[in-house]
């Protein structure tokens, strides 16, 4: 009779999750894994034939552990505000699966930092329609940008390299989305490029 797994499949999981918040999505080897767990590497071959399998199922934790931020943010007053903070935040927080995720996109993985941007999109569709009185595409439009935005920021600390504090990153988002709204309703054809740019320019910097 062979020996009793003493693993489950979601521990194996877990551990290869917790390595590669520790260490990066490049340390996850069979032999990190057994070394977490503290047995040999045969239980992780038990449950996976092989690594590229363990490693899509900690891709897929990732895009778990991303969406439970995204449901929070769509609790919020103003939805798509919610996620984008919940977006920099899931950054802050768990910046090796961003990394995972959204800047580094494994063979393995069948969707990215765009694909998050459509999801995104469907989710606060309705509630930026409602809130700021915008068509569809005016909305997808206006979140669009807000979103790069968000991503420029999550990138910046995900990297290190973010030199604003929570509160001025929360600023500088109201200060584009004002603009953002402002322009999409006071400039026709600006979504889809049908209007005159110098004529708008002109006029704008002599107020």
């Given at each position: 009779?062979?020996?009793?797994?003493?693993?489950?499949?979601?521990?194996?999981?877990?551990?290869?999750?917790?390595?590669?918040?520790?260490?990066?999505?490049?340390?996850?080897t069979a032999r990190e894994v057994a070394a977490k767990l503290g047995v040999?590497?045969?239980?992780?071959?038990?449950?996976?034939?092989?690594?590229?399998?363990?490693?899509?199922?900690?891709?897929?934790?990732?895009?778990?552990?991303?969406?439970?931020?995204?449901?929070?943010?769509?609790?919020a007053p103003i939805p798509n505000l919610g996620v984008g903070q919940q977006y920099i935040r899931f950054a802050r927080e768990e910046p090796e699966l961003f990394r995972l995720l959204f800047l580094t996109k494994p063979d393995n993985a069948s969707d990215g930092a765009t694909e998050a941007l459509g999801l995104s999109q469907e989710l606060v569709r309705d509630s930026v329609m409602r809130i700021y009185n915008m068509d569809a595409d005016t909305a997808d439009h206006y979140f669009r940008d807000l979103w790069l935005l968000a991503f420029s920021f999550a990138a910046l600390i995900v990297t290190d390299d973010c030199p604003y504090s929570d509160d001025e990153i929360s600023s500088i988002l109201t200060e584009v989305s004002l603009s953002l709204c402002k322009a999409f309703k006071e400039v026709p054809g600006l979504t889809t490029g049908d209007f005159d740019r110098d004529a708008v320019f002109t006029e704008l910097v002599k107020k």
């Open positions: 009779m062979p020996p009793k797994v003493k693993f489950q499949r979601e521990e194996i999981v877990g551990a290869a999750a917790a390595i590669v918040r520790e260490q990066g999505y490049d340390a996850l040999s590497t045969r239980p992780i071959f038990t449950y996976f034939d092989t690594m590229e399998q363990l490693r899509a199922e900690v891709c897929s934790y990732a895009k778990r552990r991303y969406l439970e931020y995204i449901e929070r943010g769509l609790t």
